[in-house]
Structures are given as C-alpha cells and as structure tokens.
C-alpha cells in the first residue's frame, strides 16, 4: 500500500538559511499535517491542510510558512534556520477517518 | 486544557510476556480518538491502534489491544507475547480541535525494552 512520502530524508543547512520540506500524502487523503518532534521531545503539531486550505495552526514560528498544492503535496518552509530548529519533521496524511498514517520523517540538522 | 499523560518513561518486559503501557488523558469534549503509535529507534512513527469515544468495544489489532475505560479517562496499550522487535518508544495522542480533521496530541512516551 502506498504510504506518506518525504523528502529530503536528511538535511543540513547552517544558522540563517532556508530549507524546504515536502510531502507527498497518500493519494485520495484529504488532510495532511505537519508535526516537529525535537530531540527526546514528544511530536508538536505545527499546521495542517484540509482540502488545500490551511485548517488549523499550531506551534508553528513565524519563520516557517507551509502550503498545500492542486496535486496535494505539501511543503513546509523553514527561513532563518537557528540551532533549535533541529529535529524531526513528520508529514502525516487522513482521509475524514480514524488514522493518522506519518511519512518517515525529515531529520533537519543546523549547524 | 486537553493533555495526555504518560507516567511510565521506561520499562522492561521478559520476551512472551505480556506488557501494559498506562495513557490518561484530559478533554471536555464528548466526541474525541485516541491513538498509540511505536516510534523505533530508526525514527518512523508507526500506527498501531485506535479507540474512538464512542466506541463500545475495545480495540485490538492482533498483539495490541486498547484497554478504554472511558469513566477513568484512561486508555492503556497492551501488547501480548512480547518480542524483541516491540523493543521502542510507544507514544499515546488524543485527536483535538474537533473533526476527523484535528490534529494529535501526544504524551511523553513510554520506553519500551525487551529481554530476551
């Protein structure tokens, strides 16, 4: 069965620059979140899309912005990348049902 | 507020046996999803169950089951027959924000070892 995408899978970037997450959602679901789960953390909702629409907004800085496209693939957008932003980033997908599957997760580490 | 609590940080089975992983959780609202997932050391996030409040049964997926005891605002993972490979991070998450639409929120996680 087809699961979440994401890529990169890994990512380096130094303070100050920008990064680009994506995620492609299994095919037919209609909501994709975004979670960041820092070192030893538990996962925090960042944002998530309905149908392309941004439906709900969490923890997520200012710094970071996120869309969702007509194909249904996600990015997350990270500028001014600081030390803290060092984590796992998980894209996870539903369809108006029960689970929440996640992607495998991006591991960003700034330098 | 809604919340949900993981008081077990760490834990050790023998392999085959039983194991049970406590979750509490904290929500005014009537209509809500609870969900475990197992996080291995490789990262992924791996559902494993789900129990919706109105549920009448409790829920099992082979090994896993959800012991729902909905008065205690309680929902604890057991995995039966213990084996090496259960040996990760077990995470609990409540669906909030309404909908089927809402996003997860999780607990601290329980460690979860392994003896063979």
């Known amino acids: 069965a087809a699961g979440v995408i994401q890529s990169p899978r890994h990512l380096i970037k130094e303070k100050r620059e920008t990064a680009t997450l994506k995620c492609y959602p299994i095919?037919?679901?209609?909501?994709v979140y975004w979670y960041q789960q820092g070192p030893g953390q538990d996962p925090q909702f960042l944002i998530s899309?309905?149908?392309?629409?941004?439906?709900d907004k969490g923890s997520i800085p200012d710094r970071f912005s996120a869309q969702q496209f007509s194909d249904y693939h996600s990015e997350l957008n990270m500028s001014s990348l600081e030390l803290g932003d060092s984590a796992l980033y998980f894209c996870?997908?539903?369809?108006?049902?029960?689970?929440?599957?996640f992607g495998p997760g991006t591991r960003l580490t700034v330098l | 507020a809604q919340k949900i609590t993981q008081t077990q940080p760490g834990m050790f089975v023998q392999e085959k046996e039983a194991v049970t992983l406590d979750c509490t959780y904290d929500?005014?609202?009537?209509?809500?999803?609870l969900f475990w997932y197992k996080q291995p050391s490789s990262g992924e996030m791996i559902f494993l169950i789900y129990?919706?409040?109105?549920?009448?049964q409790n829920a099992t997926e082979g090994r896993y089951s959800l012991n729902f005891q909905k008065a205690r605002k309680s929902a604890n993972l057991v995995i039966s027959a213990s084996q090496l490979g259960d040996s990760a991070m077990y995470f609990c998450?409540?669906?909030?924000?309404?909908?089927?639409?809402?996003?997860?929120?999780f607990g601290k996680g329980t460690k979860l070892s392994v003896k063979p």
């Open positions: 996870a997908s539903s369809l108006a049902s029960n689970e929440q599957f």
């Open positions: 095919p037919r679901h209609d909501t």
């Open positions: 899309f309905y149908e392309k629409m941004q439906s």
């Open positions: 929500t005014s609202d009537q209509s809500y999803g």
């Open positions: 129990q919706g409040s109105y549920d009448e």
């Open positions: 998450a409540m669906r909030v924000n309404g909908g089927s639409q809402g996003n997860l929120i």
